[in-house]
């Protein structure tokens, strides 16, 4: 099947969704290096609730969910969730550069691999029209 053309709002709001995505990731992996380790549940949230990269990433998972929300109103999840996918590969390139993360060949084959589902997935129809027959 064709792939027919998406909206220039699909496209902004599915790009927003691959970012937002990545810098929830992100920005949390930076809150918990901040955290001094502790212990016990308790203690390990008591910590995190005076740390301020939680509170950005609670806003960011917050703007996450209402654009997301506007996503799937015009477009397939069926499509939608593996365009998302863009984002593991946005997270693996910012760990190596900004948190000193790894990168081996396993890894860059296994986001090749991603990249490639993602390709064949963006050459499908974005809308199947079947909310429609969920609605009836």
């Given at each position: 099947?064709?792939?027919?053309?998406?909206?220039?709002?699909?496209?902004?709001?599915?790009?927003?969704?691959?970012?937002?995505?990545?810098?929830?990731?992100?920005?949390?992996?930076?809150?918990?290096?901040?955290?001094?380790?502790?212990?016990?549940?308790?203690?390990?949230?008591?910590?995190?609730?005076?740390?301020?990269?939680?509170?950005?990433?609670?806003?960011?998972?917050v703007w996450q969910?209402?654009?997301?929300?506007?996503?799937?109103?015009?477009?397939?999840?069926?499509?939608?969730?593996?365009?998302?996918?863009?984002?593991?590969?946005?997270?693996?390139?910012?760990?190596?550069?900004?948190?000193?993360?790894?990168?081996?060949?396993?890894?860059?084959?296994?986001?090749?691999?991603?990249?490639?589902?993602?390709?064949?997935?963006?050459?499908?129809?974005?809308?199947?029209?079947?909310?429609?027959?969920?609605?009836q």
């Amino acid at each position: 099947m064709a792939a027919s053309t998406l909206p220039a709002g699909l496209v902004f709001r599915l790009a927003l969704a691959v970012i937002l995505d990545t810098a929830v990731h992100i920005v949390w992996k930076l809150a918990v290096l901040q955290l001094p380790n502790p212990g016990a549940l308790p203690a390990a949230l008591e910590a995190a609730s005076r740390e301020p990269l939680f509170l950005l990433v609670a806003a960011l998972f917050v703007w996450q969910l209402v654009n997301w929300l506007q996503v799937l109103e015009g477009c397939d999840l069926s499509y939608s969730q593996p365009i998302t996918a863009l984002s593991l590969i946005l997270v693996l390139v910012l760990s190596a550069l900004y948190l000193g993360e790894s990168v081996d060949t396993l890894k860059v084959l296994g986001i090749g691999f991603v990249f490639a589902g993602v390709w064949f997935i963006s050459r499908t129809d974005h809308d199947s029209s079947a909310r429609s027959a969920v609605r009836q």
